[in-house]
């Protein structure tokens, strides 16, 4: 295993759109030491997720924790499908685009479907944190940066987010208010709740209907 140098913003690799993985070579050594690479460099520098040309292999793979109890799992080849125009916004960061933070607003309730690291096919629904982390990280495979989605007024250096807080809510509420932000915060995730739902994939051999 090996920890990948992680490319920052302005490496080319970042805007180039990811060449699609030929599913016959997922079985190889050397596409699975990629993908240990690619999980242990998430590790290592604590990212919720990280996609493959984020160490410079522009290819369609990302890796990510949708929940604790599901673990790590890896997304080859995902395609996502939008099942809301409703937003739901949240402050990213990204482990290429080193000590920021801005709000973005992403889909509510997706579906993703994509092989696994064993080149098993999988269909999940998601709503709320995990379909956030899913698109931050399926954009990565299409050159797209979460600055490039932001709402700009809310870019901040996290020294100054940890300080002042999210800018799109400064002003509204005290700083020792913050508390009580975060209580409402977590009302608001009540009521639309972090959601995995395993969708049966097709079988393998069966060949879907063109849609
Ligand atoms: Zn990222």
Redesign the pocket.
Known sequence: MAILHVAQMGHPVLRMVAEPVDPAIIPTPQFQQFCDDLLETMFEYEGQ?L?AP?VHQPIRVTVLTLSEERGPEFFINPHIDFLTEDAVRFYEG????EGMRAAVDRCAHIRVRALDRDGTPKVLELKGFPAIVVQ??ND?LDGI??VDRCDPGTLAFLSEFRRFGPLDRFGEEDAEDLEDAEDAEDAEDAEDPDEIRVVDAQPPGHTPVAS
């Open positions: 997720g996609a984020q990204c482990l290429s685009i931050h990280e990565h940066l979460f």
